[in-house]
Each structure stands twice: as C-alpha cells, then as structure tokens.
C-alpha cells in the first residue's frame, strides 16, 4: 500500500490515534540483513477504532512525485452513492460516502481548495486564489456531483463556481481523529545503542544499503559508515549522498584538530559536555558528519558520547512535569560572539529549550550550553528556569541509554544535531600523535525530504520521523 493509500485510509476512517510501535531489537536485525519483508513483519500496528469504520484500502496507481490516482470500481469516493447534505446553521456541506463515512467541510475551506483552472495552476499544483478574491461571509448556495468525480459548488455572495475533486476531499477529510492519527506517524523510537554499521561502498552503489542506511537515520539519529576514504573533503562525498552540504559559519566543510588558540573549544583537547552544533542560528543544522581521517591508537581519551535527548526530554517530563513546562516557557538565549577571526561571528537567537505542538509531542529540543548568553527574562522566571535547567542538565548526565564510542581512522559518524546530543571525553597528544577529523553539515530539511522522498519511491508506508525541526506535524 502507498504512503498515500494508508493516509486515506487512516484519514477517511477516522480513527483514533494509529502508532508504530517499533521493537527496537527487531528493527536492527531487519536493517542489518536488509531484508524489507522482515522489516514490514516486525512492525506491529496498534489501532484504536472505537466504533469507527476500518481504513479503506483502494486500488492505486503511482505517479510522478508520488502523486496517486485511484481505481474509482474501489474508491469510496466514487459518487454513486454518496450523498450531499448542507446545513445552513453551520455554514458546512455533509458528504455521506459509499461506504458509510461522513465528513463535514466548512464553506470558507471549500473556497479555499477550489481547483478550478483560476484557482489552481494545473502542472504546478499551486494556489493561485488569493483572499480579497474570497468574500466574507461565504455562504453555501448549493452543491452538486458532477460527472461522479467531482464537487460542483456555487456561493450566495459570488457568481464564482467552485470544482473539488471527490478524491481530493476524501484523502482531505479534517477533524481531531483524522489529524491526531496522522501526527502520531511520525513518533519517535528511542536511540539506545549499538550503532549501526554500514559500509561506504555499499551506500554509494546499492540502492537497498543506502535506503537501510536513510532509514537508520531517520528512525534512530545515528549511524556509523565504515571504510571511507581517508581523503580531504570525503566527508562531502558522503554527506551528498543524502543532501547538499550546508554551508554555515565554519563554511562547507571543517577541520577538528587541536590548536593553540581554538576559535571553538572543539578545536583543543578539552572535554566537551553533551550539546547540540550552532543553535545560535534560527535554523541549525541537521545532519552533523564527522569523518576521522586519522586517530592514532596510543592516544589517550578523545572517545565520543551520545545521547538521545528525546528520550532524556520524555523522562524528564514524565519526572518532573513542572520543571518541563518551565523549559517549554521561559526562553535562552544562544549566541556566538568572536571577532578574532577571519569571519567575525556576532550571532544570537533566543528559543525555548523544549517546544511542543498543540497535541503535547514534543518537537524540538535545545541544548549548548557553552553558547548560552546570559539569562535575559522576567525576574519570576529566573529561580524557576534554573531550577529546571538544572535538574534537566542532572538528567542528561545521568542517564542509562548514553553511547560511547571511539572513531577509527577511515570512519564517518553521521547524527542528527536536532535530536543526538554529543560530547567528547578530555585526551592527550604526545610524541607527534594525530586526532584528525573533517566534519560538514546538512539541512534539517533537506534531509528530512530525502527521507520521506526515499519511503514514497520505495512504496512505503512510513512517514520521516519528528526530527526537532519544530515541524507541528
């Protein structure tokens, strides 16, 4: 069944939230033989009806872009038996389905998703209505089926006729079931570790080892490419694989090497505590890369740790409810002041550390605590917002999921920056040993569109995972 298929059938049925309860183990043993039907048999699918109609399922055909046309012998949009019912009071159209479904469509909504040719440009698929063309009030005059495919609508205020596709309005049907069944597709499965392993020749030239590694990307945050070539700029190779690289203060592509005189405490021998790259920016990035072109063995220290912040976010709301609205509330501020050199950085940009959408999901959380400004909000929210950042900083530090790993020479760690904290332990250079790695970025959204672009070419079901780009959905 397409992506598309199954949204209509969550949608159309109206059914109360529908999870992918992933099992963690059983994921890995899939994505590891790479075998797609175990993958699909491993996936349990909970559905909660409640006395709602089962999904519907149609006969689809594919087309470019993932656009879907249906088999109408199949389609409950077929309008053969759909009836029409306005209801002045509410200014709404009823369309009871063939297969015993109702939806309700507001007239002002109606206006807006007309398709007709001066309100919808054909090829582009985009809007072309603007709204002083909309009067206020709209009011519903009448409704009829046209040709069994489509909606014919005129309004009282305005000689404009109005043409929606039945399709359309059925794979469109809104309300609280329908949206909290879709929202909830995009829930998280929590990164405990191991990391999973692939191979760079195998993701640049096999089609499934690259769809395994995307999917490992998008479900868990994290993955591990081995035998990369120990060249300068490799790690945009790899990066390119998914997306462009995205060019930030530190440019396209960035040296980690102790020096002298760091312009990042990154660059020096320094421990670093678990943060997320550049939250000074409104959109930080997404996909961190890191390519270790040389780490001599007999260095001391240098591992690297990582951390779910998703699932430390969830265990701190689950602890300390108060603390967390507090975060979700009372914004920081982030910043990176530094003239002394060669591209003079005066950023800054405050944000609260936790968002959330209106069904209470968590969407993005912000954690860097060496770029944190000085406090600047209300005097009452100062002891409160301390309070919580400190006991939530405790529950990172603590947590039991936390990932260590030592990079070897020829590897390649890619995360997500919005979701997989990381941190470094203190090392030790001595005798003319090397730590040299190369690391890039890539844009939250780009990857997250090469993930949903990746599912929908490979007819899955699945729907890019709530990433921390602050997305509602």
């Known amino acids: 069944m397409s992506l598309h298929s199954m949204l209509r059938g969550l949608i159309s049925s109206a059914i109360k939230p529908r999870r992918h309860l992933l099992h963690k183990n059983c994921i890995q043993r899939s994505l590891q033989d790479g075998c797609h039907k175990n993958l699909q048999r491993n996936i349990r699918l909970v559905s909660s009806y409640k006395g709602a109609p089962p999904p519907v399922h149609h006969n689809v055909k594919r087309q470019h872009f993932g656009v879907s046309t249906l088999d109408a012998s199949s389609d409950p949009a077929n309008a053969t038996n759909a009836q029409l019912e306005m209801d002045s009071q509410s200014n709404s159209l009823q369309i009871s389905w063939s297969d015993g479904f109702r939806s309700r469509y507001h007239s002002i909504w109606l206006r807006n998703h007309c398709q007709c040719a001066s309100c919808k440009q054909l090829h582009s698929g985009q809007k072309l209505i603007e709204q002083h063309d909309i009067p206020r009030p709209c009011t519903l005059k009448s409704t009829q089926i046209q040709d069994g495919t489509h909606l014919q609508i005129s309004w009282k205020e305005t000689a404009h006729e109005g043409l929606i596709s039945l399709e359309f309005l059925r794979e469109n049907s809104y309300g609280n079931d329908a949206i909290d069944a879709a929202v909830s597709l995009r829930d998280n499965v929590f990164f405990k570790g191991p990391i999973e392993e692939f191979d760079y020749k195998d993701i640049s030239s096999c089609k499934k080892s690259f769809f395994r590694w995307l999917q490992c990307l998008d479900v868990y945050g994290i993955a591990l490419v081995m035998n990369v070539p120990t060249e300068l700029r490799q790690v945009a190779k790899v990066a390119e694989l998914i997306a462009p690289v995205q060019n930030t203060l530190y440019g396209e592509i960035f040296d980690v090497v102790a020096t002298d005189e760091p312009i990042n405490v990154a660059y020096s021998t320094a421990p670093l505590g678990f943060h997320m790259d550049l939250m000074y920016y409104e959109s930080p990035p997404g996909l961190q890369l890191l390519h270790c072109l040389r780490f001599d063995d007999s260095a001391q220290g240098g591992e690297s740790l990582f951390l779910d912040v998703f699932h430390s976010a969830t265990e701190f709301r689950r602890q300390y409810p108060h603390h ?48 944190e400004a000085p406090l600047k909000v209300r005097e009452e929210d100062v002891e409160p917002y301390y309070e919580a950042y400190h006991t939530f900083a405790a529950v990172l530090e603590n947590s039991p999921i936390q990932v260590e790993h030592r990079m070897r020479t020829g590897q390649c760690i890619i995360f997500n920056n919005r979701r997989i904290l990381h941190a470094r332990r203190k090392f030790t250079l001595n005798n003319g040993e090397h730590r ?38």
């Open 324 to 371: 967390f609205d507090t975060l979700t509330r009372v914004p920081v501020t982030f910043h990176k002041n530094h003239f002394e050199r060669e591209r003079p950085a005066a950023y800054m940009y405050q944000r609260p550390h936790i968002t959330v959408n209106p069904h209470g999901q968590m969407t993005s959380v912000a954690w860097s605590p060496p770029f």
């Open 436 to 473: 040299h790695y190369q690391g890039c970025y890539v844009n939250i959204d780009d990857f997250r569109n090469s993930v949903q672009v990746a599912y929908i070419q490979h007819g899955r079901e699945d729907l890019a995972k709530r990433n921390g780009n602050q997305c509602w959905l």
